[in-house]
């Protein structure tokens, strides 16, 4: 599939669609592009059919994440949004006369319907079950995330829009499939251990935080604080990070300041919730006050949702396989977990966890 065939086709698409919103659908530039559009199509088919899915705010175009930005790709997004359906399949046999129809039905305000090769709506099904890989939702969410942490550094600010826009994906996902055990990532390489780590620690974090009713933009900053809590560990050095046995004294003193590194460096950005420093301070803190960072302040008690991204945190670290050890099996941290109770982590959320995840998987 050719990306810059898609982007061409996507760009005649709004071309006609906005033309016909201004004039009408008989406008010379509304036939033009939509002759253009319906003469690409052919060659994009895949199994005689092009989908388009809008799925948190990602564009998924027969079954692959669509990653190329643009105008005109934005405003494809916000004209689904607004007709509000996420999908758009295209059939094998659509003549330029349908397709006429439905760059009109897309302009006007009315609701749009499917046409005998051109299917609209929403994406009801779980993920998995309706043909549109789970993964590829995940893994434009994870591409945001890779790209924005490559961009970090001392001096540069994040692209919290790319984050953003992330957890948005991520919200997505866990609406569609509610096993967050079939949502969170194997880490396939040694490389892409930070960014599926922090990924799979966001999923986990709004899992938690949805079961108990979290909504909206605190929702959403609960997802960004997850995906940011172990930045820090970006600016620790790459022989203390990479090392593939046990650190020693000095290192693990290196090691133990990513907490601080983060949080400072979060608090100085303008556009990054508060809550993210709270939580990349405080995620390595236990619920009876010990842990790290150590404060002045013992006894202090963690933000809740530092303790929730300290459960997450846990459970993802475990069920990875590093390099100094084995990976563990769900039962086994779970069980862990709950010896863990009252001490490490908060009793009431360690219940909340394990009880939500009895009623998505079998597994525990
Ligand atoms: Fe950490
Ligand atoms: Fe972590």
């Given at each position: 599939?050719?990306?810059?065939?898609?982007?061409?086709?996507?760009?005649?698409?709004?071309?006609?669609?906005?033309?016909?919103?201004?004039?009408?659908?008989?406008?010379?530039?509304?036939?033009?592009?939509?002759?253009?559009?319906?003469?690409?199509?052919?060659?994009?088919?895949?199994?005689?059919?092009?989908?388009?899915?809008?799925?948190?705010?990602?564009?998924?175009?027969?079954?692959?994440?669509?990653?190329?930005?643009?105008?005109?790709?934005?405003?494809?997004?916000?004209?689904?949004?607004?007709?509000?359906?996420?999908?758009?399949?295209?059939?094998?046999?659509?003549?330029?006369?349908?397709?006429?129809?439905?760059?009109?039905?897309?302009?006007?305000?009315?609701?749009?319907?499917?046409?005998?090769?051109?299917?609209?709506?929403?994406?009801?099904?779980?993920?998995?079950?309706?043909?549109?890989?789970?993964?590829?939702?995940?893994?434009?969410?994870?591409?945001?995330?890779?790209?924005?942490?490559?961009?970090?550094?001392?001096?540069?600010?994040?692209?919290?829009?790319?984050?953003?826009?992330?957890?948005?994906?991520?919200?997505?996902?866990?609406?569609?499939?509610?096993?967050?055990?079939?949502?969170?990532?194997?880490?396939?390489?040694?490389?892409e251990y930070t960014f599926v780590?922090?990924?799979?620690?966001?999923?986990?974090?709004?899992?938690?935080?949805?079961?108990?009713?979290?909504?909206?933009?605190?929702?959403?900053?609960?997802?960004?604080?997850?995906?940011?809590?172990?930045?820090?560990?970006?600016?620790?050095?790459?022989?203390?990070?990479?090392?593939?046995?046990?650190?020693?004294?000095?290192?693990?003193?290196?090691?133990?300041?990513?907490?601080?590194?983060?949080?400072?460096y979060l608090s100085k950005l303008?556009?990054?919730?508060?809550?993210?420093?709270?939580?990349?301070?405080?995620?390595?803190?236990?619920?009876?006050?010990?842990?790290?960072?150590?404060?002045?302040k013992s006894g202090k008690k963690?933000?809740?949702?530092?303790?929730?991204?300290?459960?997450?945190?846990?459970?993802?670290?475990?069920?990875?396989?590093?390099?100094?050890?084995?990976?563990?099996?769900?039962?086994?941290?779970?069980?862990?977990?709950?010896?863990?109770?009252?001490?490490?982590?908060?009793?009431?959320?360690?219940?909340?966890?394990?009880?939500?995840?009895?009623?998505?998987?079998?597994?525990?």
């Amino acid at each position: 599939m050719s990306q810059n065939k898609i982007s061409s086709l996507i760009s005649h698409i709004v071309t006609a669609v906005s033309s016909c919103s201004l004039y009408s659908r008989a406008h010379p530039v509304v036939e033009e592009f939509t002759e253009k559009a319906v003469g690409l199509i052919d060659g994009l088919f895949l199994n005689d059919s092009l989908s388009f899915f809008l799925l948190g705010a990602s564009l998924i175009i027969n079954d692959m994440p669509f990653s190329e930005k643009g105008i005109h790709i934005n405003n494809f997004k916000k004209r689904m949004k607004k007709k509000k359906i996420e999908k758009i399949v295209i059939k094998k046999g659509v003549d330029l006369d349908e397709f006429r129809n439905f760059i009109s039905a897309m302009a006007s305000s009315d609701t749009i319907a499917s046409s005998p090769h051109i299917a609209v709506g929403i994406v009801e099904v779980k993920l998995g079950e309706s043909g549109i890989d789970a993964s590829a939702l995940l893994n434009a969410g994870i591409e945001k995330v890779k790209d924005a942490y490559s961009q970090v550094s001392r001096f540069k600010s994040l692209d919290m829009v790319s984050l953003e826009d992330a957890v948005i994906d991520f919200i997505a996902t866990l609406k569609k499939e509610l096993n967050v055990l079939r949502i969170v990532s194997p880490v396939k390489s040694h490389n892409e251990y930070t960014f599926v780590h922090a990924t799979n620690v966001s999923v986990l974090t709004l899992f938690q935080a949805e079961s108990l009713g979290l909504k909206g933009e605190k929702l959403h900053n609960i997802g960004l604080a997850g995906l940011l809590h172990d930045c820090g560990k970006l600016f620790v050095s790459t022989a203390v990070l990479d090392k593939q046995a046990k650190l020693d004294a000095g290192e693990w003193v290196e090691m133990k300041n990513h907490p601080v590194l983060g949080a400072m460096y979060l608090s100085k950005l303008t556009d990054v919730p508060p809550l993210a420093s709270i939580v990349a301070f405080e995620h390595h803190m236990k619920f009876d006050g010990s842990g790290y960072p150590e404060t002045k302040k013992s006894g202090k008690k963690q933000h809740i949702v530092s303790q929730m991204v300290a459960i997450a945190d846990f459970f993802d670290a475990l069920r990875t396989e590093r390099p100094y050890r084995k990976a563990l099996d769900v039962p086994t941290i779970t069980g862990m977990m709950k010896e863990g109770s009252g001490k490490d982590f908060n009793p009431l959320l360690v219940e909340n966890f394990l009880s939500s995840l009895k009623k998505v998987t079998d597994v525990i």
